[in-house]
C-alpha cells in the first residue's frame, strides 16, 4: 500500500513538473508557435494544462483554430472554469466549439454562460456554418450617425477590449439601425475630431452580404474588393454582424481541404490525419471505394463483351492499361480545369457548350499527339525485335493511335461537363473527383478501343 502510493505520488510529481515546464515555454513563445507545442500533446496532458493556465491564456490559445481538439478540452473541464473561457472567447471561434459538442455537453455548458453569451450563440449557431451567418462574428463596433469623430474615438478606447477587430467603424440610424456607412478607422484617425461620423469617409452605402450566402461566395467578394470585413444584413437592412478577413482564411482552408478529399474519392476529415479513428477513417474511405468499386465492375463487363475479340488477338491486351489511364488522365485534368474555373466564376452554367466547343479540339490534338507516340513505339519495338507484333504490326499501331484519340476526346469532353451537371444538379462540382471521372472513361474507353479495333482489324487478326 505504501509502495503504490508512493508510487501515484511520483507520477504526480513528474506530471506536474511536464505542465510546470510547459507553462514556462508557452509564456516564450508566440501564440501560433504556443499552439503547434500544444497540438503535440496527448489530449489528457491538454486537459491537464489548461486546467493549469490562466484564464486569459486559455481564452487567447483556445481562439485559435488551429488548437486540435479544442471541443473536447472544453468539455473536460469544470463547468465553471469552461463557462469563463466561453464567455471570454471571440463570439465566432465559441459557436465554432459549440457546434462540435455533442447536445449533452452543450446543455451542461449553456447553463453556466453569460446571458450575453447566451444570446450572442443563439443567433450564430441558427446560420449554417458554410454561411456567412456562419462565418461572421458579433463583436464590432458600431455607432449612432449623430456622433462626432471624437465621440467615436473615445468609445472605441472604452470598448476595445471586447471588439475582435476595428477594421472599420460602423454607422446607423439611431432610430431605425438601419446601417448607413462604413469609416475605416484611418480615415477616423486622421479626420477633424469635431466632424460628424456621417461626413466621414465616401459618401456612399457599404458593400453588404445577406446571412445565408456562401462562404465561397463571400471569399470571393473579399477577394474582388480587396477588403479585411464586409457587414451582414437581415432583410431591412439592420447591421447583425460581419465577416473579417480571418474567419474567410480559416474558412476558405476548410473548403479547399474538402475539395482536396474529394478529388480523392473520399468523404472530408476535420481532424489531422493522426487524429482519425481507426474506424471514422473505414467509414469516410469505405464507402467511397465500394462505390467505385462497383463501378469498375463494369469494366469487367465491357471485357466479356468483346471476349471474342480478345481470344483471337491476345496482343490487343497488351494494350489495355495505357488506353485505360490516358483517358482517365485527360478526364482528370479537364475536371481539375473546370471545377477551379466554376469556383473562381470565370465559368457560368451558361458557358457549358463553349466549353465543349474548347474541349473537343484540344482533345482532338492531345490525343492524336498520344496516338503519334503510341503508333512510333510500336514501329520501334517491332524493328529493333523488342517484340514480334506479327505481320500485321501496322494496324495494331494504326488501332492503338485511332483509339487513344478518340479516348482523350472522350476523356476531355466527360471530365469538363461533368462538374457542369453536378452543378447544375444542386451538388458540389469536386464530387466530379478523379476516380469518378476515371472510372467513367475506364468503361468507354474500352468499348472505343475495342470498337476501332474491329473496324481496322476485322478481316486480318479478328
Request: contains cysteine.
Given at each position: 500500500?505504501?509502495q503504490?502510493?508512493?508510487?501515484?505520488?511520483?507520477?504526480?510529481?513528474?506530471t506536474?513538473?511536464a505542465?510546470?515546464?510547459l507553462?514556462?515555454?508557452?509564456?516564450?513563445?508566440?501564440?501560433?508557435?504556443?499552439?503547434?507545442?500544444?497540438?503535440?500533446?496527448?489530449?489528457?496532458?491538454?486537459?491537464?494544462?489548461?486546467?493549469?493556465?490562466?484564464?486569459?491564456?486559455?481564452?487567447?490559445?483556445?481562439?485559435?483554430?488551429?488548437?486540435?481538439?479544442a471541443?473536447?478540452?472544453?468539455?473536460?473541464?469544470?463547468?465553471i472554469?469552461?463557462?469563463?473561457?466561453?464567455?471570454?472567447m471571440s463570439?465566432?471561434?465559441?459557436?465554432?466549439?459549440?457546434?462540435?459538442?455533442?447536445?449533452?455537453?452543450?446543455?451542461r455548458?449553456?447553463?453556466?454562460?453569460?446571458?450575453?453569451?447566451?444570446?450572442?450563440?443563439?443567433?450564430?449557431?441558427?446560420y449554417?456554418?458554410?454561411?456567412?451567418?456562419g462565418?461572421?462574428?458579433?463583436?464590432?463596433?458600431?455607432?449612432?450617425?449623430?456622433?462626432?469623430?471624437?465621440?467615436?474615438?473615445?468609445?472605441?478606447?472604452?470598448?476595445?477590449?471586447?471588439?475582435?477587430?476595428?477594421?472599420?467603424?460602423y454607422?446607423?440610424?439611431?432610430?431605425?439601425k438601419?446601417?448607413?456607412?462604413?469609416v475605416?478607422?484611418?480615415?477616423?484617425?486622421?479626420?477633424?475630431?469635431?466632424?460628424?461620423?456621417?461626413?466621414?469617409?465616401?459618401?456612399?452605402?457599404?458593400?453588404t452580404?445577406?446571412?445565408?450566402?456562401?462562404?465561397?461566395e463571400v471569399?470571393?467578394?473579399?477577394?474582388?474588393?480587396?477588403?479585411?470585413?464586409?457587414?451582414?444584413?437581415?432583410?431591412?437592412?439592420?447591421?447583425?454582424?460581419?465577416?473579417t478577413?480571418?474567419?474567410?482564411?480559416?474558412?476558405?482552408?476548410?473548403?479547399?481541404?474538402?475539395?482536396?478529399?474529394?478529388?480523392?474519392?473520399?468523404?472530408?476529415?476535420?481532424?489531422?490525419?493522426?487524429?482519425?479513428?481507426?474506424?471514422?477513417?473505414?467509414?469516410k474511405?469505405?464507402?467511397?471505394?465500394?462505390?467505385?468499386?462497383?463501378?469498375?465492375?463494369?469494366?469487367?463487363?465491357a471485357?466479356?463483351h468483346f471476349?471474342?475479340?480478345?481470344?483471337?488477338?491476345?496482343?490487343?491486351?497488351?494494350?489495355?492499361?495505357?488506353?485505360?489511364?490516358s483517358?482517365?488522365?485527360?478526364?482528370?485534368?479537364?475536371?481539375?480545369?473546370?471545377?477551379?474555373?466554376?469556383?473562381?466564376?470565370?465559368?457560368?452554367?451558361?458557358?457549358?457548350?463553349?466549353?465543349?466547343?474548347?474541349?473537343?479540339?484540344t482533345?482532338?490534338?492531345?490525343?492524336?499527339?498520344?496516338?503519334?507516340?503510341?503508333?512510333?513505339?510500336?514501329a520501334?519495338?517491332?524493328?529493333?525485335?523488342?517484340?514480334?507484333?506479327?505481320?500485321?504490326?501496322?494496324?495494331?499501331?494504326?488501332?492503338?493511335?485511332?483509339?487513344?484519340?478518340g479516348?482523350?476526346?472522350?476523356?476531355?469532353?466527360?471530365?469538363?461537363?461533368?462538374?457542369?451537371?453536378?452543378?447544375?444538379?444542386?451538388?458540389?462540382?469536386?464530387?466530379?473527383?478523379?476516380?469518378?471521372?476515371?472510372?467513367?472513361?475506364?468503361?468507354?474507353?474500352?468499348?472505343?478501343?475495342?470498337?476501332?479495333?474491329?473496324?481496322?482489324?476485322?478481316?486480318?487478326?479478328?
Amino acid at each position: 500500500m505504501n509502495q503504490n502510493t508512493s508510487t501515484y505520488g511520483a507520477t504526480l510529481d513528474t506530471t506536474n513538473l511536464a505542465i510546470t515546464t510547459l507553462l514556462e515555454q508557452i509564456s516564450l513563445l508566440r501564440t501560433g508557435d504556443a499552439v503547434e507545442l500544444i497540438n503535440e500533446l496527448d489530449l489528457d496532458d491538454k486537459v491537464a494544462l489548461f486546467r493549469t493556465l490562466s484564464i486569459d491564456q486559455a481564452v487567447l490559445l483556445l481562439d485559435r483554430p488551429e488548437l486540435h481538439y479544442a471541443d473536447e478540452i472544453i468539455d473536460s473541464l469544470d463547468n465553471i472554469r469552461a463557462g469563463e473561457i466561453l464567455n471570454g472567447m471571440s463570439a465566432d471561434r465559441a459557436t465554432d466549439i459549440f457546434h462540435e459538442l455533442d447536445w449533452p455537453s452543450r446543455n451542461r455548458l449553456f447553463a453556466v454562460l453569460s446571458p450575453e453569451t447566451k444570446t450572442t450563440l443563439k443567433k450564430l449557431m441558427f446560420y449554417p456554418a458554410d454561411t456567412a451567418g456562419g462565418l461572421m462574428t458579433t463583436e464590432f463596433i458600431v455607432v449612432p450617425s449623430t456622433w462626432t469623430a471624437d465621440q467615436t474615438l473615445h468609445y472605441i478606447r472604452k470598448v476595445e477590449s471586447s471588439r475582435e477587430t476595428v477594421y472599420a467603424i460602423y454607422v446607423e440610424d439611431p432610430v431605425t439601425k438601419v446601417l448607413q456607412r462604413a469609416v475605416t478607422l484611418r480615415r477616423l484617425i486622421t479626420s477633424d475630431p469635431d466632424a460628424q461620423i456621417m461626413n466621414i469617409g465616401r459618401d456612399e452605402e457599404p458593400l453588404t452580404i445577406p446571412p445565408l450566402m456562401d462562404r465561397e461566395e463571400v471569399a470571393r467578394l473579399f477577394r474582388k474588393h480587396d477588403l479585411l470585413a464586409i457587414p451582414v444584413v437581415d432583410e431591412e437592412h439592420h447591421l447583425i454582424g460581419i465577416v473579417t478577413v480571418d474567419d474567410v482564411l480559416d474558412a476558405m482552408t476548410a473548403e479547399t481541404s474538402e475539395d482536396a478529399y474529394k478529388f480523392g474519392g473520399m468523404e472530408a476529415f476535420t481532424k489531422p490525419y493522426m487524429q482519425i479513428g481507426f474506424f471514422e477513417m473505414l467509414r469516410k474511405r469505405g464507402g467511397w471505394l465500394c462505390i467505385l468499386f462497383l463501378s469498375e465492375m463494369l469494366t469487367a463487363s465491357a471485357m466479356q463483351h468483346f471476349e471474342v475479340e480478345l481470344e483471337k488477338a491476345i496482343v490487343l491486351a497488351l494494350f489495355i492499361p495505357l488506353i485505360m489511364s490516358s483517358g482517365g488522365n485527360s478526364g482528370s485534368q479537364a475536371t481539375s480545369l473546370l471545377i477551379r474555373a466554376l469556383a473562381l466564376q470565370d465559368l457560368k452554367l451558361g458557358d457549358w457548350w463553349r466549353v465543349a466547343l474548347r474541349e473537343l479540339p484540344t482533345g482532338l490534338v492531345l490525343g492524336s499527339m498520344l496516338g503519334l507516340i503510341g503508333f512510333v513505339r510500336i514501329a520501334v519495338w517491332q524493328k529493333t525485335g523488342l517484340y514480334d507484333y506479327g505481320e500485321h504490326w501496322i494496324l495494331i499501331g494504326i488501332t492503338i493511335g485511332v483509339a487513344l484519340v478518340g479516348i482523350v476526346m472522350f476523356g476531355s469532353l466527360t471530365g469538363s461537363m461533368l462538374p457542369f451537371i453536378l452543378q447544375r444538379l444542386g451538388l458540389d462540382p469536386a464530387s466530379a473527383s478523379a476516380p469518378f471521372v476515371a472510372t467513367l472513361v475506364d468503361v468507354m474507353g474500352l468499348v472505343i478501343y475495342f470498337s476501332v479495333a474491329v473496324i481496322f482489324l476485322t478481316g486480318t487478326l479478328l
